[in-house]
């Protein structure tokens, strides 16, 4: 074999494998990757909906001050946003996985709204209210984890 195929073949089979990786990397993800992403987002989800629960039960205790809270709530708010975004970040690959978004975007919409009220509460009565909603979300969220795991 020449030095001229040689190099021919080696290239070739260097741009080849580039091209599987480029396109193993780019391809959409299957329902398996997907389907663990979407518990990544509850969990975080959950997360952040625990945190809000315990600094509202905390703050109107008066156990916690008011800059302490503060900075709990955007804490939780933050790991939220982050949940949030990797959640937009990757489209649903098939029917099922569609089906798996729905299930959960309604879930982290209503933790969003009710972590954001919560924190803004001005009363003991709000912050109760924002706790009460905070856990049963959480718990909404631990029963998709538990359901799709």
Not at 21 to 46: C, G, I
Not at 48 to 62: C, E, V
Not at 119 to 133: C, I
């Amino acid at each position: 074999m020449s030095t001229r195929t040689r190099t021919a073949v080696a290239v070739t089979a260097v741009v080849l494998l580039w091209a599987g990786f480029a396109y193993n990397m780019s391809r959409p993800a299957d329902y398996p990757a997907y389907k663990r992403t979407m518990l990544q987002v509850a969990a975080s989800a959950h997360d952040a909906t625990q945190t809000g629960r315990l600094t509202a039960q905390q703050k109107w205790a008066d156990r916690i001050t008011t800059a302490f809270a503060r900075t709990a709530f955007d804490e939780a708010g933050q790991a939220l946003a982050g949940a949030q975004k990797k959640f937009a970040a990757q489209g649903p690959p098939d029917p099922r996985s569609a089906a798996l978004r729905d299930a959960l975007a309604p879930l982290l919409a209503q933790a969003v709204t009710t972590l954001g009220d919560t924190a803004e509460a001005s009363d003991d009565g709000t912050l109760r209210a924002g706790a009460a909603h905070l856990d049963t979300l959480a718990q909404h969220l631990d029963d998709f984890i538990t359901a799709h795991e």
